[in-house]
């Protein structure tokens, strides 16, 4: 579905998956149920629209919508970032398993994901050019 800002219209759609540090199998319970509630709060605080989210014992699959003034980079920069600083606070537990700063392993999968494909968008440029 397309949406518009002040000077953009834009359906734009990340698929991300991440892991926690070294994968361990750390995402149940309580601690999983938190994630959540952070990656929704962070989600609604920069205007992104989640469209779906799995959050398994050592991964997390998200499929957000988010305005295109926003990289893949800042994305994951605000969701993994301020939910590793509180879950290391509120599971001090953890620090047995995942020393160091940070919840998160470094790094991210990342895919755009439209209705529109490749093929589609070729034929309309070339349309452009016949239609002058």
Not at 19 to 46: E, H, S, W
Not at 63 to 77: G, Q, T, V
Not at 88 to 113: C, I, K, M
Request: glycine share 4%.
């Amino acid at each position: 579905m397309k949406k518009t800002t002040f000077n953009a219209t834009y359906d734009i759609q990340y698929h991300f998956v991440w892991i926690p540090k070294y994968r361990k199998r750390v995402l149940v319970g309580k601690i999983k149920g938190r994630i959540n509630k952070l990656f929704r709060d962070c989600a609604d605080v920069n205007q992104f629209e989640i469209i779906e989210m799995s959050i398994q014992p050592d991964h997390v699959h998200l499929l957000l919508s988010a305005k295109p003034r926003y990289s893949p980079a800042e994305i994951m920069c605000l969701i993994k970032g301020g939910s590793s600083r509180i879950i290391r606070q509120e599971f001090p537990e953890l620090e047995e398993f995942l020393w160091g700063d940070s919840f998160w392993a470094d790094g991210y999968f990342v895919s755009t994901h439209s209705v529109v494909n490749e093929e589609i968008i070729i034929n309309y440029i070339k349309q452009q050019d016949e239609d002058r």
